[in-house]
Nanobody, 125 residues
Framework: QVQLVESGGGLVQPGGSLRLSCVASGFTVDYYAIAWFRQAPGKGREGVSVISNSDGSTYYSDSAKGRFTISRDNVKNTVYLQMNSLKPDDTAVYYC??????????????????WGQGTQVTVSS
């Protein structure tokens, strides 16, 4: 059965860093594309980054570009999101997702069929 489990969230000061992990089971992380989303209180779910299953290419939201890095470790069957220069606006629950429908925009949460339970990231002084 395809499952995703996120970890690595916590409280960090503005300008700090965190590395989130998404551990996959039931499939290898190079079999499907895997995306990171986030959801702040009272807001919709926002696409942050995605890594493709085919060639490992990566894409980022405008907010994440230049600060966040998505990567894949096939041995540990884990996808990471390295988050640097964190801002208070980055505060949200972060989710990883997989099994997308093909031919769709990755940042649309409706195309992703499998989700983890999320990990809380809080950026505050």
């Amino acid at each position: 059965q395809v499952q995703l489990v996120e970890s690595g969230g916590g409280l960090v000061q503005p300008g700090g860093s965190l590395r989130l992990s998404c551990v996959a089971s039931g499939f290898t992380v190079d079999y499907y594309a895997i995306a990171w989303f986030r959801q702040a209180p009272g807001k919709g779910r926002e696409g942050v980054s995605v890594i493709s299953n085919s060639d490992g290419s990566t894409y980022y939201s405008d907010s994440a570009k230049g600060r966040f890095t998505i990567s894949r470790d096939n041995v540990k069957n884990t996808v990471y999101l390295q988050m640097n220069s964190l801002k208070p606006d980055d505060t949200a629950v972060y989710y990883c997702a997989t099994e997308p429908r093909s031919g769709s925009r990755w940042y649309d949460p409706r195309i992703w069929n499998r989700w983890g339970q999320g990990t809380q990231v809080t950026v505050s002084s």
